[in-house]
């Protein structure tokens, strides 16, 4: 029994190490193919750039540039109230044809739309009728004068038809101008009323189409005219920079759809009442428009202000515009150059930029920063 169980050990022994070695031989082959551990690499500060010859980048200081205070506010453009006009119907009726869009740029006199109207037959009725009682009025008093130039009626016979004839005169002109009033001539009456544009201008608003019914002065404007050739430039200026606005001054106005055209407006209205929301105040700026400027653009307005503030000036080509943000490259000492962020402002005379912030009067910058910038990326 000894043997026996010794042998079937001595049979399995192999068995075992052979199974052993396939383990091994996996585990092998499975670190084998892992792939390496992750090595993180630090990089340094983005803004330093290292060059070879530092001395082919010249530099250059930056100088004080003074100018008075300016503020930059947000507007949008709206009609002057005043250029705008309703174009209405007086007489009641059913819209017949519409001459005249949303949009259109219209002349004075134009015709709209036209309107058929009952109430034009029941005017003309009036005025019918007002002509024959005045010409009946009229014979009256001519009899009753003759009258008493012979001493056929009394005093008081005469002067009852000279009123009566002169109230049928009244009555006459009054519904002659009611005829006018709606619309319609005196000489060729019609059921349809022309409704005209009152100014010259361009249709902003359209409350009326094809079959429409018109109530009159009780419903809304079948048109609203607009004109253009002046508009009102509406900004929000906060409490704190309210002492940088004045009535009077002058404001330049750049358009956000047409950045290279730059307009000058004048200060009308500063608004008399804060949004308690937002705490500022609607200041009002007139504006000729010189045909670019629609209703509702946005656009860009600047106050110039009383007082002188110092700013920093440097070449234009000093300064780097990269990711929508401005540049400029100063000494970090030996090959080394560091990129700061700056606020540009406007271009001076001599090819020069101003400088809002970020940036000294007297600090060295690199004269020409989209060669360092190149240099640097190759």
């Known amino acids: 029994m000894k043997r026996a169980g010794l042998a079937q050990i001595v049979l399995s022994l192999p068995m075992f190490l052979l199974l052993a070695g396939c383990h091994a031989d996996a585990n092998k082959d499975a670190a084998a193919e892992a792939p390496p551990p992750a090595q993180v690499e630090r990089e340094g500060d983005a803004s330093i750039v290292t060059v070879d010859h530092p001395d082919e980048f010249p530099l250059t200081a930056a100088t004080e540039y003074k100018a008075h205070s300016r503020l930059v506010v947000t507007g949008v453009v709206t009609p002057d109230i005043a250029r705008t006009v309703p174009a209405i119907s007086i007489a009641t009726g059913r819209v017949v044809d519409i001459r005249a869009r949303l949009g259109d740029t219209v002349k004075k006199g134009q015709v709209l739309l036209r309107v058929q109207s009952a109430d034009i037959a029941s005017a003309y009725s009036d005025y019918r009728k007002a002509i024959a009682d005045e010409l ?180 234009a080509t000093a300064i780097l515009h990269l990711h929508d943000r401005d540049w400029v490259y100063l000494p970090g000492g030996d090959t080394k150059f560091r990129r700061v962020a700056v606020v540009a402002g406007s271009d001076l005379p001599q090819n020069m930029q101003e400088i809002v912030s970020g940036l000294q009067p007297g600090q060295q910058v690199v004269t020409n920063a989209l060669v360092l910038q190149n240099t640097v990326e190759q």
């Open 136 to 315: 009946l009025a009229n014979k009256q008093y001519e009899r009753a004068k003759g009258l008493y130039d012979h001493g056929a009626v009394s005093l008081n016979d005469y002067q009852v038809a000279e009123d009566t004839e002169n109230k049928a005169k009244v009555d006459v002109e009054t519904s002659a101008e009611h005829l006018r009033v709606l619309g319609s001539p005196l000489d060729h009456p019609s059921g349809i009323v022309d409704v005209k544009a009152p100014i010259s201008g361009v249709i902003t608003d359209q409350q009326v189409t094809n079959a429409a019914g018109v109530q009159g002065l009780s419903a809304a404007n079948p048109f609203t005219i607009s004109d253009l050739s002046y508009v009102w430039i509406l900004c929000d200026v906060y409490e704190n920079d309210l002492p940088n606005v004045r009535l009077g001054d002058s404001a330049q106005i750049k358009l956000n759809a047409y950045p290279s055209q730059v307009v000058t407006g004048r200060i009308s209205n500063i608004g008399a009442v804060l949004d308690p929301n937002i705490r500022s105040a609607k200041v009002r700026i007139e504006v000729k428009n010189s045909g670019l400027m629609r209703p509702g653009m946005f656009v860009t307005a600047t106050f110039q202000g009383q007082k002188l503030e110092v700013h920093t000036a440097v070449p």
